[in-house]
């Protein structure tokens, strides 16, 4: 399984961007996915998930009512549109996959990793 992020970039803050990453082998629906973000000096922390089969989402409430994770099926791609970015938001953010079933936001509980793509958000 491989995954591939990208999207970043430098925005102002009130801006928008949508990540993308693109996962190989199985269908993208087969894991549960989610991104996460790591800010310099601390630690990766959990940002969105979507549950395999089902598709259920959630978030952290940093960013609930501004982030929406989503998958296409077709193109085998997981998402995160982020709206309204705050400078907090800066970060590398990463996609993650896991074959089990249910809600994780462990980074641990995940099994395969994207590379990270870098987010900054200037005020």
């Known amino acids: 399984v491989q995954l591939q992020a990208s999207g970043g970039g430098l925005v102002q803050a009130g801006d928008s961007l949508r990540l993308s990453c693109a996962v190989s082998?199985?269908?993208?629906?087969?894991?549960?996915l989610g991104w996460f973000r790591q800010a310099p000096g601390k630690e990766r922390e959990f940002v969105a998930g979507?549950?395999?089969?089902?598709?259920?989402?959630y978030y952290a409430d940093s960013v609930k009512g501004r982030f929406t994770i989503s998958r296409d099926n077709a193109k085998n791609t997981v998402y995160l549109q982020m709206n309204s970015l705050k400078p907090e938001d800066t970060a590398v953010y990463y996609c993650?996959?896991?074959?089990?079933?249910?809600?994780?936001?462990?980074?641990?509980?995940?099994?395969?990793w994207g590379q990270g793509t870098e987010v900054t958000v200037s005020s």
């Open positions: 993650g996959a896991r074959l089990g079933y249910g809600f994780r936001r462990l980074p641990g509980e995940y099994d395969y």
């Open positions: 082998g199985r269908t993208v629906s087969s894991y549960g």
């Open positions: 979507l549950v395999k089969a089902a598709g259920s989402t």
